[in-house]
Nanobody, 117 residues
Framework: QGQLVESGGGLVQAGRALRLSCAVS????????MSWYRHAPGKERDLVAA???????YYDATVKGRFAIYRDNAKNTLYLHMNSLKPEDTAMYYC???????????WGQGTQVSVSS
């Protein structure tokens, strides 16, 4: 059974950067697509960024140009590098794996990102 474990969240000031990591176990890493979602209080859980096995990437309009999703196949790790963070980026961030996007088959436990103004 696969497992996703996120790390790298924390409290930062607006304008700073953070890098989230998602360690992927089992056979999940070869799954069709890996992605990052976020869930802020009072809002829906939203797709932030996704990367397919073929390398195609997707970014939500609110993070395009500031965030970068990439994967290290040798380390079975998915990353989300977040630059120029804003208070509205504050949320719980989740790593996810999909066999047939947009359906998510695997979720991590989440890592909290808080951005102060």
């Amino acid at each position: 059974q696969g497992q996703l474990v996120e790390s790298g969240g924390g409290l930062v000031q607006a304008g700073r950067a953070l890098r989230l990591s998602c360690a992927v176990s089992g056979s999940i890493f070869s799954i069709n697509a890996m992605s990052w979602y976020r869930h802020a209080p009072g809002k829906e859980r939203d797709l932030v960024a996704a990367i397919e096995n073929g390398g195609r990437v997707y970014y939500d309009a609110t993070v395009k140009g500031r965030f970068a999703i990439y994967r290290d196949n040798a380390k079975n790790t998915l990353y989300l590098h977040m630059n120029s963070l804003k208070p509205e980026d504050t949320a719980m961030y989740y790593c996810a794996g999909s066999k047939n996007p947009p359906t998510v088959d695997y979720w991590g436990q989440g890592t909290q990102v808080s951005v102060s103004s």
